[in-house]
C-alpha cells in the first residue's frame, strides 16, 4: 500500500507534538494543562532565564525603563547578556542607558548611583 509522502510528514509531525506534549505534560497528567501554560504571558521565564538576567528585567518591569547600558564585562558575558537583551525587549540595551547593569565589584560610571544588588549583579541609575 502505497502513502502520500505529505500525508506522511503530516503525521509524523502530528505524532511528534502529541508525544512532546505526552513528555512536557507528564508532570500533570495532562497536555491541555501544558498548552494552556505555553500560551500564558510570561510563561516560563522562572524556569529559563538565569537569576541575574531576571533581576534585570524585574527592575525594568517595575520602573518602566526604557534603555540600560551594560557593563564591558557583563557584555562580553555572552550567556548573561543574551538572556538580558532577550529578555527585556522593547527595552533597549544601549551604550548609554537609564540604567546601567554591572558586576557587583565594578566601579560605577560618573554620575550613576546603586539602585539594587543581588547576588554578582549590580543595578544604578544614572542621568
Same mark, same amino acid.
Given at each position: 500500500?502505497?502513502?502520500? #509522502?505529505?500525508?506522511?510528514?503530516?503525521? $509524523?509531525?502530528?505524532?511528534?507534538?502529541?508525544?512532546?506534549?505526552? @513528555?512536557? /505534560?507528564? %508532570?500533570? /497528567?495532562? #497536555?491541555?494543562?501544558?498548552?494552556?501554560? !505555553?500560551?500564558?504571558? *510570561?510563561? /516560563? +521565564?522562572?524556569?529559563?532565564?538565569? =537569576?541575574?538576567?531576571?533581576?534585570?528585567? &524585574?527592575?525594568? *518591569?517595575?520602573?518602566?525603563? $526604557?534603555?540600560?547600558?551594560? $557593563?564591558? #564585562?557583563?557584555?562580553? &558575558? *555572552?550567556?548573561?547578556?543574551? =538572556?538580558?537583551?532577550?529578555?527585556?525587549?522593547?527595552? !533597549? @540595551? !544601549? +551604550?548609554?542607558?537609564? @540604567?546601567?547593569?554591572?558586576?557587583?565589584? +565594578? =566601579? !560605577?560610571?560618573?554620575?550613576?548611583? #546603586?539602585? *539594587?544588588?543581588? /547576588? %554578582?549583579? $549590580?543595578?544604578?541609575?544614572?542621568?
Amino acid at each position: 500500500m502505497e502513502q502520500n #509522502p505529505s500525508f506522511l510528514k503530516l503525521m $509524523s509531525v502530528a505524532l511528534l507534538i502529541v508525544g512532546v506534549a505526552l @513528555v512536557a /505534560g507528564h %508532570r500533570s /497528567g495532562n #497536555p491541555l494543562e501544558l498548552m494552556q501554560k !505555553l500560551s500564558t504571558p *510570561r510563561c /516560563g +521565564e522562572q524556569e529559563v532565564l538565569p =537569576p541575574e538576567a531576571l533581576l534585570v528585567l &524585574d527592575f525594568v *518591569r517595575q520602573h518602566r525603563i $526604557s534603555s540600560i547600558a551594560l $557593563s564591558k #564585562p557583563v557584555s562580553a &558575558d *555572552r550567556f548573561l547578556t543574551q =538572556p538580558i537583551t532577550e529578555s527585556i525587549y522593547p527595552s !533597549l @540595551v !544601549l +551604550e548609554r542607558g537609564a @540604567v546601567y547593569v554591572s558586576y557587583a565589584g +565594578e =566601579p !560605577l560610571p560618573e554620575g550613576c548611583k #546603586p539602585v *539594587r544588588g543581588a /547576588g %554578582r549583579i $549590580s543595578i544604578a541609575a544614572c542621568r
